[in-house]
């Protein structure tokens, strides 16, 4: 986590004692009753109350310890307050509606930035989303011919037009079909809005400025490239509206998404700027904390007081508590009281992961890494280069158990991702937020703010996409409780064995090994890619990418691209590809065409061809723009076409009948609009199906055309929509579904799969097996797979 220098380490008399433990307990057990209230109801709440006041009862008593009656006293406060809050969520007027699907009309206030529902479904446009989830608070509501005045949260799924541009405090009416909470976080119910806001109030004044200085950002950053203009507002206020699809999975996948939050680390640059300006100027230090306040309570209004960003500020207050003053022993019970003070008046804090996360970060800041960086500097190590370490490694230790139980995956390259971004986030934010300062004096300084911001934010998007690209870079974990708490022991384990001379010996020794054996075998698996390859099904989660070999060395045809440009130019990568003859996009929908970037990245290519079907329009617009842009040719193809090269003939079977109109919404005619391929390989014949369905299926039996093939590219990723009687006509030895894990569709169908395999086919997934490459030899047909599939989506 990118965060403000550390403080010198002191020594002799002025070295700073054991850490102040003392509100720790009451801290931790306010969280506990907390998340025990509104995890299980007003029941555990007022449990947790009765067992708080005996054990007040007891430690008087029996005069326990201070810290012990103080626990319990804090404790049982925060069970009244959360048992208060979930009796009256539980016992609330929209509960009975939302179980039965009514439909509603509410008022509410907007109270979070609508946070917009990305996906890249059959037909979704990548980094388009169609829909945002507002937060909001209760005002009205009526059901039918009943109405009330009440309070409470509710979720809002509502389509962009007219939504996403609502401000935090905003009042307006929407109608839609109610539904139960889907988590326990005190939401009453959600609502699926149909139509734009109804009578939107004007924003408070206060908002509406910050909306005002948030444009001016985002058009200022337009001097730069599309994604670092998308990435520097998200670096400085938290604005991802322009943020391109591909550099938030880098992100994601490198360990440096929580720099696209407002968090501490934010405030704290700012706030640390303005003090060191001021000493450098040898102003009082009363009038540089005067400044530093503003710079706090100016970035607050400029981020929008969310809930979100109340909390970093508080965060940040305790980040320069600790950093700035370097009082040590200060920093832990500042942080605790501001647990005990944000848990009672906002309980459903205690299960935001961000809140949580900003909690553990700041801890691991003022506990581990200063003594992190005192240690290696004693071994010689330069402070800048000691506190640059500390700081990624002990924020990465914090916060890894939570991330990994939240996503169900590591990243193992975050430590190393966030050493080499931080020296650049504390300039990019800086000067992003000046950009948006300075944006009501005119477009000139504002775009000169951004683009000296420009070198520091290619840097993030540099390190991220490099990052995320190293095989292996996400590693597959234990999702949930169980999967925090297994990695919150190892790292538990890993710090108290560190302590020890010995054992520390022990454990640099284990990771070299580990190292020497893992690392290589992650970066180039044994045997990949196997000799004599004819085919390979790329694992790009759920969409599909076909590779084909040509005979001539490092050069192969593609088939689909799949949903995003990083899955499909690894892959490519592995193979060791040189340049791609010919590029086949069977439909346009979004996880077959979704990739094309990446395919083109840095390869020559003959060719994109595209079939008849050239819906929806959308999307064969970005495909000719990304071929134009790569000045690759656009081609069509179409039923009768054959092309040939030294080892591979690919004979376009199908669509027989391609639909004159197409049904946007289904994505039905679409899919059976996909192009059919029949290769001749050296490993056999291999049907490539697209997408078609029944009716397209129909037609391709009913034409007589030989669907006989050695290796099926399971139509549709398995979908249920797959005769079986096609499956008969085709008869295949092996079968390739390539399909992403966890994906909603729940591709593939097991009734299909079973069937096949009763049949004597090999079915390989790529959600299971990742890249599936298909070989032909003296020992006939052979499937060889390389293992680590990429994890599900979050």
Not at 178 to 205: E, F, K, N
Not at 762 to 790: C, I, N
Request: aromatic letters at 4%; charged letters at 15%.
């Amino acid at each position: 986590m990118a965060l403000p220098v550390l403080p010198a380490p002191t020594t002799g008399a002025d070295a700073p004692g054991p850490p102040d433990l003392r509100l720790v307990p009451s801290a931790v057990a306010v969280w506990a009753v907390v998340l025990l209230g509104i995890g299980l109801g007003p029941v555990a709440g007022a449990g947790a109350l009765v067992g708080c006041l005996l054990l007040v009862g007891f430690a008087v008593v029996r005069r326990g310890p201070p810290w012990v009656l103080a626990a319990g006293g804090c404790a049982a406060a925060a069970a009244l307050v959360v048992t208060a809050h979930a009796l009256l969520a539980d016992r609330h007027p929209l509960r009975a509606p939302a179980e039965r699907g009514a439909a509603a009309t509410v008022r509410v206030v907007v109270s979070d930035d609508p946070r917009p529902i990305r996906s890249t479904g059959f037909g979704a446009r990548p980094g388009r989303p169609s829909h945002v989830l507002v937060p909001a608070e209760l005002q009205r509501v009526e059901v039918g011919a009943a109405g009330w005045a009440v309070g409470g949260r509710i979720l809002l799924i509502a389509p962009v037009e007219g939504w996403a541009t609502l401000l935090p405090g905003q009042a307006t009416t929407a109608h839609g079909l109610l539904a139960p909470a889907g988590r326990r976080d005190l939401t009453v119910a959600v609502l699926r809005v149909r139509g734009p806001p109804q009578h939107a109030a004007a924003p408070p004044w206060w908002q509406e400025a910050a909306g005002g200085l948030r444009a001016g950002l985002r058009e200022a950053a337009r001097v730069l490239p599309a994604e670092p203009a998308g990435l520097l507002p998200g670096l400085a206020v938290g604005d991802t509206s322009l943020l391109t699809a591909e550099v938030e999975d880098d992100f994601r996948a490198a360990g440096l998404s929580h720099l696209l939050a407002v968090s501490g680390s934010n405030l704290a640059i700012l706030a640390g700027a303005v003090l060191a300006l001021m000493r450098l100027l040898r102003a009082d230090p009363r009038l540089a904390v005067v400044l530093s306040a503003a710079a706090v309570l100016g970035f607050v209004v400029l981020a929008r007081p969310s809930p979100s960003v109340v909390r970093a500020a508080v965060m940040a207050a305790v980040v320069l508590l600790a950093l700035g003053t370097g009082r040590a022993r200060s920093a832990l019970p500042a942080l605790a009281t501001a647990v005990l003070v944000l848990l009672p008046v906002n309980p459903v804090l205690a299960v935001d992961p961000g809140f949580a996360l900003s909690v553990l970060a700041t801890a691991a800041l003022v506990l581990l890494a200063p003594g992190w960086s005192g240690a290696l500097q004693r071994c010689g190590v330069p402070r800048w280069a000691a506190e640059a370490l500390a700081v990624p490694a002990a924020a990465f230790l914090a916060t890894a158990p939570l991330i990994a139980g939240l996503n169900g995956q590591v990243s193992a390259v975050a430590v190393v991702a966030n050493l080499l971004a931080v020296p650049a986030v504390a300039p990019a934010t800086v000067l992003g937020v000046l950009a948006a300062a300075v944006s009501p004096l005119g477009a000139v300084p504002a775009q000169a703010c951004a683009w000296s911001a420009g070198p520091a934010v290619w840097w993030l998007v540099l390190v991220a996409d490099r990052s995320a690209a190293v095989p292996g870079a996400v590693l597959g974990w234990p999702d949930g409780l169980p999967g925090a708490l297994l990695l919150c022991v190892l790292v538990v384990a890993l710090l108290w064995c560190g302590r020890s001379p010995r054992w520390r010996a022990l454990l640099v020794a284990v990771a070299l090994g580990l190292a020497l054996v893992l690392v290589p075998t992650r970066l180039a698996p044994p045997g990949w890619p196997p000799p004599g390859w004819a085919v390979v099904a790329c694992d790009v989660g759920q969409g599909d990418a076909i590779v084909l070999a040509t005979g001539r060395p490092g050069w192969v045809v593609l088939v689909d691209a799949g949903p995003d440009a990083g899955p499909v130019d690894a892959c490519l990568d592995r193979l060791g590809v040189q340049g791609i003859a010919l590029i086949v996009l069977s439909h346009l929908h979004a996880d077959h065409v979704g990739g094309l970037a990446g395919a083109l990245r840095g390869r020559p290519v003959g060719g994109v061809a595209v079939g008849p079907v050239r819906e929806p329009a959308w999307a064969l617009g970005e495909v000719a723009a990304v071929a134009a842009g790569g000045g690759v040719p656009l081609v069509g193809l179409a039923a009768g076409r054959r092309l040939e090269w030294p080892e591979l003939v690919v004979d376009v079977i199908g669509p027989r009948h391609p639909a004159a109109f197409v049904d946007g919404d289904d994505g039905t005619s679409v899919n059976d609009g996909s192009l059919v391929l029949r290769a001749r390989t050296p490993a056999g014949t291999v049907l490539l199906t697209g997408d078609v369905e029944l009716a397209a299926q129909a037609d391709l039996l009913a034409s007589g055309v030989d669907l006989r093939a050695d290796v099926l590219k399971m139509p549709h990723h398995g979908s249920r929509y797959t005769s079986v009687g096609f499956l008969n006509a085709v008869a295949p030895r092996a079968v390739l579904v390539s399909v992403g894990a966890g994906n909603r569709y729940r591709h593939p169908d097991p009734g299909l799969v079973r069937g096949l395999e009763r049949a004597g086919a090999l079915v390989r997934r790529t959600d299971h097996a990742g890249d599936v490459a298909v070989l032909g030899g003296p020992s006939g047909l052979e499937l060889v797979s390389r293992g680590s599939p990429l994890p599900a989506p979050r």
